[in-house]
């Protein structure tokens, strides 16, 4: 059993950043693939960005490309998201999820969720 508990949010305008944690409890830390998912109001939830186990690969949606960066350090059993030149469309909840398995981009693949932490993004 892993419990994720995201932080981080908050509101900021458009071009700052924001940096979210998700900080899991539980052993075995090493062994979940993990990813940040965003819902915005009225949309389906979103993948955003995986890392495997040994941080070897990450994956982003192509919105995000060259602006977040997904990263974890086992030894503290976190992962963060960094977010740089926000937009308004960025506007979302974001959650974190774990993986006992290969990284996917698929919420179906994900065992565990956190219970998100709201982004918000001014014009």
């Known amino acids: 059993q892993v419990q994720l508990v995201e932080s981080g949010g908050g509101l900021v305008q458009a071009g700052g950043s924001l940096r979210l944690s998700c900080a899991a409890s539980?052993?075995?830390?090493?062994?979940?693939?993990l990813g940040w998912f965003r819902q915005a109001p009225g949309k389906e939830r979103e993948f955003v960005a995986a890392?495997?186990?040994?941080?070897?690969?990450?994956y982003d949606v192509d919105s995000v490309k060259g602006r977040f960066t997904i990263s974890r350090e086992n030894a503290k059993n976190t992962v963060y998201l960094q977010m740089n030149s926000l937009k308004p469309e960025d506007t979302a909840v974001y959650y974190c999820?774990?993986?006992?398995?290969?990284?996917?981009?698929?919420?179906?693949?994900?065992?565990?969720w956190g219970k998100g932490t709201l982004v918000t993004v001014s014009s």
């Open positions: 539980g052993r075995l830390f090493s062994m979940y693939a």
């Open positions: 890392i495997s186990q040994s941080s070897d690969s990450t």
């Open positions: 999820a774990a993986r006992l398995g290969p990284v996917s981009s698929e919420r179906n693949d994900m065992n565990y």
